[in-house]
């Protein structure tokens, strides 16, 4: 088991930056992947950005590319999401996961590979 932590959320102008920080309760092993998930009101879930444990690979869905990075520090347990040139549609609940077992890249089109999930923070851009 593994739990998560997100916190770095809040309300920002259009244009404007915002860094998450996920914290996990323990290491997880080089064939883990840590990704980002957010959630807007009426809309589905959208796979942000994951980033391989063992090999620092990443992914991003193309709303975000460009703008979003993801970075991990191992050895604090920890995975950020830098956002930059945030628009409104940015707005919603953004979640970590992960995915303990990831053969090959990290994906993003499917949740239900993700093993644990934290509970969430809210991200809010103002036009």
């Known amino acids: 088991q593994v739990q998560l932590v997100e916190s770095g959320g809040g309300s920002v102008q259009a244009g404007g930056s915002l860094r998450l920080s996920c914290a996990a309760s323990?290491?997880?092993?080089?064939?883990?992947?840590m990704g980002w998930f957010r959630q807007a009101p009426g809309k589905e879930r959208e796979g942000v950005a994951a980033?391989?444990?063992?090999?620092?690979?990443?992914s991003y869905a193309d709303s975000v590319k460009g703008r979003f990075t993801i970075s991990q520090d191992n050895a604090k347990n920890m995975v950020y999401l830098q956002m930059n040139s945030l628009i409104p549609e940015d707005t919603a609940i953004y979640s970590c996961?992960?995915?303990?077992?990831?053969?090959?890249?990290?994906?993003?089109?499917?949740?239900?590979?993700?093993?644990?999930w934290g509970q969430g923070t809210q991200v809010t851009v103002s036009s």
């Open positions: 980033v391989k444990s063992g090999t620092g690979t990443t």
């Open positions: 323990r290491s997880i092993g080089s064939s883990s992947c």
């Open positions: 996961a992960v995915d303990l077992i990831r053969i090959g890249p990290c994906q993003l089109a499917n949740e239900y590979t993700y093993d644990y």
